[in-house]
């Protein structure tokens, strides 16, 4: 190889890369722009030192950012293995793992916010049915995601686990027929539980 050629080709790379590093490049004629920011005045969570954990439900703990990929659809999935609530009759707790799957619009949920809102379960007392639909119903309300699911899978408590699924596609678009087809196969080939 052409000693010449390998030393252009370097230079060449390390010129975009430094481009790229300062904030703009224009490569195979497409400009790149450097946008690493985060609109994140409006995140209170995040990075805070005085982080207070609720001792009951508490929605309004919930914080988004913009999402920087709207037009491209995407999942985003959590899994909170250490979920805990308590069963409204007898005051037990329950434990599960809750997986969150989302596509999103313009809003995104703030990982560190859904972690103290799935906390604040902890001392709250309602039926596994109703705990992830309720964790859906907010996350609906604050993002207005296109598409939507949340799968419990609670530890077996007097000798039966029970694993609750909803999930939500947006009304009259294509998201609200992926909703139909995944809640009706959902569980057609059951994955394995490794929570119990």
Same mark, same amino acid.
């Given at each position: 190889?052409?000693?010449?050629?390998?030393?252009?080709?370097?230079?060449?790379?390390?010129?975009?890369?430094?481009?790229?590093?300062?904030?703009?490049?224009?490569?195979?004629?497409?400009?790149?722009?450097?946008?690493?920011?985060?609109?994140?005045?409006?995140?209170?969570?995040?990075?805070?030192?005085?982080?207070?954990?609720?001792?009951?439900?508490?929605?309004?703990?919930?914080?988004?950012?913009?999402?920087?990929?709207?037009?491209?659809?995407?999942?985003? *999935? %959590?899994?909170?293995?250490?979920?805990? +609530?308590?069963? &409204?009759?007898?005051?037990?707790?329950?434990?599960? =793992?809750?997986?969150?799957?989302?596509?999103?619009?313009?809003?995104?949920?703030?990982?560190?916010?859904?972690?103290?809102?799935?906390?604040?379960?902890?001392?709250?007392?309602?039926?596994?049915?109703?705990?992830?639909?309720?964790?859906?119903?907010?996350?609906?309300?604050?993002?207005?995601?296109?598409?939507?699911?949340?799968?419990? *899978? %609670?530890?077996?408590?007097?000798?039966? +686990?029970?694993? &609750?699924?909803?999930?939500?596609?947006?009304?009259? =678009?294509?998201?609200?027929?992926?909703?139909?087809?995944?809640?009706?196969?959902?569980?057609?080939?059951?994955?394995?539980?490794?929570?119990?």
């Amino acid at each position: 190889m052409d000693m010449n050629f390998h030393d252009e080709m370097k230079k060449m790379f390390e010129e975009v890369i430094d481009e790229i590093k300062a904030g703009t490049s224009e490569f195979l004629g497409e400009e790149i722009k450097k946008d690493n920011t985060r609109n994140d005045e409006d995140l209170q969570n995040l990075g805070s030192k005085n982080t207070k954990y609720a001792t009951d439900y508490a929605p309004e703990v919930l914080e988004t950012f913009d999402n920087k990929h709207p037009d491209r659809d995407y999942f985003v *999935k %959590f899994n909170c293995p250490e979920f805990t +609530s308590l069963c &409204p009759i007898t005051g037990q707790p329950d434990f599960a =793992t809750i997986y969150i799957s989302y596509i999103p619009d313009r809003k995104m949920v703030e990982s560190k916010s859904l972690k103290l809102y799935l906390f604040s379960f902890r001392n709250h007392g309602d039926f596994h049915e109703d705990c992830v639909n309720i964790i859906m119903n907010d996350l609906i309300n604050l993002m207005n995601p296109k598409y939507i699911e949340v799968w419990g *899978k %609670f530890m077996p408590r007097g000798g039966i +686990s029970i694993d &609750p699924y909803c999930n939500y596609g947006r009304p009259d =678009t294509k998201w609200e027929r992926l909703a139909w087809e995944r809640l009706s196969h959902h569980d057609l080939y059951p994955e394995s539980v490794d929570n119990r």
